[in-house]
């Protein structure tokens, strides 16, 4: 039994030298002109080189610093590089016959650059289109495939651990992907074959290919068709290039689709789910999702596709979108519609935020439905959204509007009670990536009458409104008497009359600052309604009765003669001597 395993172990021993020196007798770096030849042939591009080592054990060729031209009208430095690479090879050819029969190539550590020029074609466009070239030619006497690009098939492909740069050439801004990982099976550039990929996002996030490509199009290898299903998770907006990071605007998005290319049309069908949305400067992270059920069809060629009519959800709040986008240098300029109707208000208050709205605090929606009208224009980092919003039958819980505009001393004493009932709110609004501007705002409150105006909402949430209160008439007529018993007041003095005003109520100008979190409300009698003032002015007892009304709020005392003067003549009625 011993000598059995005494003869065992030097088989063993024997074997284990010949793996060890097999390597140094076949001078596998002789083969490096042949395979390169071939691959460049293959690809259509300069494929260099370096040393070439054998793992007998590993059945494999090791290749070091690995290098694929770019085309020279991208890019002068490599599409390409890579510092080792496995090449799979069958050992008895290689041993008996010294001939190359790849089965499997394995690169690790790619770096891919990957590049788009005004036009909208990409730099790997190019790749096989000399060999399908060379394949329109005689072949030659000798007799050798000028179909090497058919020719060529590989059981496995993988590239392990790599990074893609995606740009433009027009453009020094670059988006880094990492962790690439890839695998394909029965590779040949005549046939489809399965490919499985996936990659990481900048800052985190993962997207992630499956399915079947090919046959590679030898015109323009980006026209290659597909079959596949894309998969993404939280992958962050600002970093990806389709929002401004440098406003602060973002989000998370997952998306679950299947993409099929065909003849140079792609088609795409699933849903996109954005978390912690934010769309304009100023804004903060939506509580909630936004779900895009989204069917697109997209020309490869030209760069342009449709959107189809598809849906956007928030909670129960459902909106139709439909347009078209083009691919114009980092990012895709859109022209696209939004609109819905009757959508629950309390599902959108917790996307408000992406806008920069916040209910006031201490208050939240709990009625009402939105109605919308909105066009979106611009690239997709710098859009632009101009429409009109409407908010019906609302109900703002907690919000005492009384309370708030008691600084405005027209409208001091005004009840409107804890919660503020809203009839309608309407606007036109513009909004871009550094705020909001809201025209012809017109808002109905039963408890106080209707408000107009417009105004802004800047990056920082700073608000800038004018707006003109009509006091309705009843409420007038209730707090005057209510001013009057309690021996006259500031209410009493400005708004009597106030039954008799045309329109049922009387104009009182004011401005909101602050923030929409926590709105203030000012007096404005010199702004931009003095005119509107001017003509209601016999509803409060002349310009005099007004002005004097409005000082008496202001303080009174001695300086309630000069102020009086002033807003006399400001609402033009003679100015008083000193």
Known sequence: MSRTLKWIGIAILGVIVILLVVPFLIPVNKFRPTIEAKASQALGRKVQLGDLSLSILGGSLGIDNLSISDDPKFNSEPFLTAKKVKVGVELIPLIFSQQVNVTEV???????????????????????GSSARAEKKPAPSSGSSSNMAESVSIKKLALEDGQITLGNTNSKKRTVYTKVNLTASDVSMGSNFPVDFSMEGPNGGTMKIAGKVGPVDPQDAALTPQDVKLTASNLNLGATGFLDPSLGLGGLVDVDANLVSRNGEMTTKGQAKISKAVLVAGGSPAGVPAIINFDTRYDLAKGEGVLNPSTLNIGNAKAHLSGTYKSEGDAFVVDMKISGEGMPATDLESFLPALAINVPQGSRLTAGTLSTNLHVTGPTDKLVTEGNIGLFNGKLSGFDLGQKMSGVAALAGIKTGQDLVIEKMTSNVHMSTTGIRADNFNMVVPSLGSVVGGGTLDAKNNMNFKMVATVNSSVVSAVST?????????????LGGGANCKGGGVKVPFQIHGTTANP????????????????????????????????GAAGGGGGTANTVNQLTGLLGGKKKKP
């Open 520 to 551: 203030q409300f000012a007096p404005d009698v010199g702004g931009a309604a003095a005119s509107m003032l001017k003509s209601e002015l016999s509803c409060a007892g002349g310009a005099s009765n007004l002005a004097q009304g409005l000082a």
């Open 106 to 128: 394995t690169i690790e550590n790619p770096q891919v650059m990957m590049l788009k020029d005004p036009s909208g074609k990409w730099n790997f466009s190019s790749i096989g």
């Open 482 to 494: 209510a001013a009057s018993s309690a021996g006259g007041g500031v209410v009493g003095q400005v």
